[in-house]
T-cell receptor, first 115, second 115 residues
Framework: DAGVIQSPRHEVTEMGQEVTLRCKPI?????LFWYRQTMMRGLELLIY????????DSGMPEDRFSAKMPNASFSTLKIQPSEPRDSAVYFC?????????????FGSGTRLTVV | AQSVTQPDIHITVSEGASLELRCNYS??????LFWYVQSPGQGLQLLLK??????LVQGIKGFEAEFKRSQSSFNLRKPSVHWSDAAEYFC?????????????FGQGTTLQVKP
């Protein structure tokens, strides 16, 4: 099992550009979570999906952020337009439903820098 | 509302010394409790978890944690620290019932190990 795969590992972009972060969860996992990690705010849950359906997006900071899960093996987190304050490490995690809340497997994260 | 406090932002211990990382939570009932470890540039790895039963739980890498309801605490311990334990440690709580999947993380404690 390759684990949760995130791409890219690092992204540097200019303010105002669109950024798309990608996540491939572990096969068979029903839940997918997007977290953001910053020095100031620590780890924040942005949104999570169950069986590809968004369940709770209350952590999405603003309308510039959107997330999709078109199928069970792929999710994206998009920021448009990006701002310097979006600079953070974004983690994706997945879990099988019968292991909640203890089955989280995290990806290695995408370090986003907006200049 | 649920919250997690890790009072110590940074801790330094000598290799071979014992370790205790503090975690206090706020929740209306007994939550699910977790400790995760994050090595530099990596995602979070689950060390141990508590759901019910024995309040002293054993985890991987020689770690243990004790749930104390009266103190709303879930402190992580290790009798003898190894240099490879240097990392950031996160305490987290999950709501009951557990199938919402959401975890609330503390701000983290960075552990430095002196030779």
């Amino acid at each position: 099992d390759a684990g949760v795969i995130q791409s890219p590992r690092h992204e540097v972009t200019e303010m105002g550009q669109e950024v798309t972060l990608r996540c491939k969860p572990i096969s068979g996992h029903d839940y997918l979570f997007w977290y953001r990690q910053t020095m100031m705010r620590g780890l924040e849950l942005l949104i999570y999906f169950n069986n590809n359906v968004p369940i709770d997006d209350s952590g999405m900071p603003e309308d510039r952020f959107s997330a999709k899960m078109p199928n069970a093996s792929f999710s994206t987190l998009k920021i448009q337009p990006s701002e310097p304050r979006d600079s953070a490490v974004y983690f994706c995690a997945s879990s099988p439903m019968d292991s909640l809340p203890y089955g989280y497997t995290f990806g290695s994260g995408t370090r986003l820098t907006v200049v | 509302a649920q919250s997690v406090t890790q009072p110590d932002i940074h801790i330094t211990v000598s290799e071979g010394a014992s370790l205790e990382l503090r975690c206090n939570y706020s929740y209306g009932a007994t939550p699910y409790l977790f400790w995760y470890v994050q090595s530099p540039g990596q995602g979070l790895q689950l060390l141990l978890k508590y759901f019910s039963g024995d309040t002293l739980v054993q985890g991987i890498k020689g770690f243990e944690a004790e749930f104390k309801r009266s103190q709303s605490s879930f402190n992580l311990r290790k009798p003898s620290v190894h240099w490879s334990d240097a990392a950031e440690y996160f305490c987290a709580v999950g709501a009951r019932p557990g199938n919402t999947g959401k975890l609330i993380f503390g701000q983290g404690t960075t552990l430095q190990v002196k030779p």
